[in-house]
């Protein structure tokens, strides 16, 4: 579960609040302004927790007693990344910033320049974005979190969201943007969404009063129906 959201503290997963207070190196949060009413905000900043989603252990145990669903690599209300705690690369971009796709036009983006459908960069993935639409940056943002914890080695401060494949198992592996093979997102809040997409996908995009949204991630897992034992071999007649 993907919560993005303006006010450090303020998840709007209330349950998990207590997981990503404020602290001496991520305090406020909200967005940049001109304090002009007749412009747009110049920067919009989000906090992004990737936490287990409360109905994974019950979906979990459906997976391994049905033999037709695959069990996926969360752990209920166990955090993956919470941004407060991710200093240095969620609120100064570091050392993302110089990064080829942070600075090449058209690298690793959500949408398309020539659809006039672009809602933002995946890198840097850092916690600010020059977007209008609240709804459109806090769903980079979201992405930016994900594309994080489903790899391993990235340098920011987060658990992998991984798991390790075995006989008859295959994890689902990096999430990529725009691509519903490697995941799909269905939105929690402010509205519950009956269904699942990638981003961008058509409008209209229903802007939370509090600047709090929060999305399941669902992710693709291969495996192979338990029937008994593990066949070890056989041998014919001597």
Excluded at 56 to 71: K, L, R, V
Excluded at 159 to 168: E, M, T
Excluded at 202 to 224: E, K
Aim: glycine share 12%.
């Amino acid at each position: 579960m993907v919560s993005s959201y303006s006010s450090t503290g303020q998840n709007p997963w209330t349950e998990v609040r207590l997981l990503s207070p404020a602290n001496p190196t991520a305090q406020g949060g909200g967005s940049g302004t001109t304090n002009n009413v007749n412009e747009n905000n110049l920067s919009v900043f989000k906090n992004v927790d990737v936490i287990g989603h409360p109905g994974i252990a019950a979906f979990n145990a459906f997976a391994s007693g049905s033999g037709y669903t695959c069990a996926g690599a969360g752990t209920p209300y166990v955090p993956n990344l919470l941004s407060t705690l991710d200093t240095l690369g969620w609120r100064h971009g570091i050392p993302e910033s110089i990064y080829p796709p942070s600075l090449i036009p058209g690298l690793r983006e959500i949408g398309s320049r020539l659809s006039l459908n672009l809602w933002g960069s995946v890198y840097p993935r850092s916690g600010f974005l020059h977007q209008p639409d609240d709804y459109k940056a806090s769903a980079v943002m979201a992405q930016r979190a994900g594309d994080i914890v489903t790899r391993p080695g990235q340098l920011h401060v987060y658990r992998p969201l991984l798991a390790l494949p075995s006989p008859g198992y295959w994890p689902a592996g990096d999430l990529r943007e725009s691509d519903p093979r490697t995941g799909k997102w269905q939105s929690l809040t402010p509205v519950l969404s009956p269904s699942c997409s990638v981003f961008p996908h058509p409008g209209p995009h229903l802007q939370a009063q509090d600047g709090g949204y929060a999305w399941s991630l669902w992710r693709p897992y291969t495996c192979c129906k338990q029937e008994g034992q593990t066949f070890l071999g056989s041998t014919g007649p001597q």
